[in-house]
């Protein structure tokens, strides 16, 4: 299914694409006035809708509005930001194909970088939502320190730490709402850690090999999922 992006309201009965978009639906699509095509509002609605202007913005009428339901549980990814740019986009584009609930960058003592292209990011999960024919985008929340993070967060929280020998198991998981806390290639200070059983966070290994952020990100998600499912 070829999917398209717009913030639209089920109370919506029209909705004009973007310039890039509509280029994309007329040239690589080849598409015309009366043709039906699929947009996502990243928020769980389903638009079909019909082509009814054909210009540098197409417009598109809506026939009708579906409403697709969330997972059960709730996955929120908390990662370091990473010294190289293009790694963490790419945990970004992966992780909304996978399906999670929200991103966010969280700065902790050994973080190489302290900031991410906000704007960039979102841009990447949109296109990463289309490709995949998702329904919900990731939200993705501006940037934290770890430390505020851990005390104001209240979901159940998982913390991979390589100093741990355990797994996560089926029975560790007892809240709907999950939150995976992912360190820089660096580790967690021993400060960090203290701080993360203080506030009763879990944690566990994700193996013998010291993974990449971005990979120990995506394959926690992956057994997150595989666990829940």
Request: include cysteine; proline fraction near 2%; charge should be positive.
């Amino acid at each position: 299914m070829n999917l398209f992006y717009s913030n639209f309201s089920e109370t919506q009965d029209e909705i004009v694409v973007n310039e890039n978009d509509s280029k994309h639906i007329i040239k690589s699509y080849r598409k015309n006035i009366g043709d039906i095509i699929k947009f996502t509002n990243g928020d769980g609605l389903l638009a079909e809708a019909k082509i009814i202007y054909k210009g540098k913005k197409i417009k598109v009428k809506i026939l009708n509005i579906l409403k697709k339901k969330r997972e059960k549980i709730s996955i929120h990814i908390a990662i370091s930001p990473l010294k190289n740019p293009s790694r963490f986009e790419w945990f970004v584009e992966k992780a909304t194909e996978i399906g999670v609930n929200q991103i966010t960058p969280i700065v902790t003592k050994y973080s190489e970088k302290k900031k991410v292209n906000h704007e960039r990011l979102e841009r990447i999960s949109i296109s990463s939502l289309k490709q995949s024919s998702q329904f919900f985008k990731p939200q993705i929340n501006e940037i934290e320190n770890f430390s505020e993070f851990i005390i104001n967060n209240k979901e159940q929280k998982i913390m991979a730490n390589l100093k741990t020998k355990k797994f996560l198991k089926k029975d560790s998981i007892v809240s709907n709402t999950l939150c995976l806390i992912i360190g820089p290639e660096g580790g967690f200070s021993d400060d960090e850690i203290q701080e993360a059983r203080d506030n009763k966070v879990t944690e566990i290994s994700l193996g013998e090999n010291r993974l990449r952020s971005e990979t120990a990100a995506i394959y926690g998600l992956s057994l997150i999922k595989s666990i829940i499912s």
